[in-house]
């Protein structure tokens, strides 16, 4: 066991302000797979959202060919799901309780995740108190708007990752999106890198920043992110 705590943020946004286009928020895996290595590790966990309440799930991330089969029995356990029903919102948690951060993914996350102050001061506290700090996929929009004390971006001259412009083409939502993460992770001064390969997976490690490009990442990310805490 360890007393290591861990603080998982999900979306509550759930649609692509676009009436023609269906439904978004949280991709399951991404959730499920950090889960999954963290509990097996004896981590406790928090899920948490920016507003706290009930979790939207995008519903390409449950499709068959998407679902694999841990994420699958995760989504047919109803004691699981139910930690989705109700989250707490983050006014209602404390950083300082914590050992690691984790920023879930799913394209909800491009718009809650990237204009909330109280996400970025928890981000930066978190991260200059020598806690890790990891996101995956779209979770990295998380990371954009960090500033830390010295007034820099938290990924300024950081190796990371996030998810590839290129492959929202591939997911089919390019037109949909409200903006260019990755080249919102370059702008802000991050070393991006991504899979040679669309939807590849890939992870990055750069001190306590430990960042996934996409869903087909959340294991390897969930994987390094405890290695990283552990080696604190």
């Known amino acids: 066991m360890t007393d290591h705590r861990a603080l998982i943020v999900v979306t509550n946004h759930s649609d692509f302000e676009n009436p023609k286009a269906d439904p978004t928020g ?95 001061s928890l981000t930066r506290d978190m991260y200059e108190a020598g806690k890790v700090v990891s996101a995956v996929c779209h979770g990295s929009a998380a990371l954009q708007n960090v500033k830390l004390s010295n007034g820099d971006y938290l990924v300024k001259g950081k190796n990371g990752t996030g998810f590839r412009y290129f492959d929202e083409t591939v997911a089919g939502v390019k037109k949909l999106v409200p903006y260019n993460l990755e080249d919102a992770l370059k702008d802000r001064g991050m070393n991006y890198s991504h899979a040679f390969f669309p939807l590849g997976g890939h992870s990055v490690v750069d001190g306590l920043l430990v960042t996934g490009q996409n869903p087909n990442s959340a294991t390897e990310t969930a994987l390094k992110a405890l290695e990283v805490l552990r080696g604190q």
């Open 26 to 120: 949280l991709w399951l895996s991404e959730l499920t797979h950090f889960y999954d290595v963290f509990e097996e590790a004896g981590i406790p966990m928090d899920i948490v959202s920016p507003k706290g309440g009930k979790i939207p799930i995008d519903g390409r991330s449950l499709k068959r060919v998407v679902l694999n089969k841990a994420a699958r029995a995760r989504h047919e356990d109803p004691e699981f799901m139910k930690l989705l029903d109700d989250t707490k919102a983050l006014a209602d948690v404390d950083g300082h309780d914590y050992d690691i951060l984790y920023f879930a993914g799913g394209h909800g996350a491009m718009w809650d995740f990237a204009n909330s102050e109280e996400l970025d």
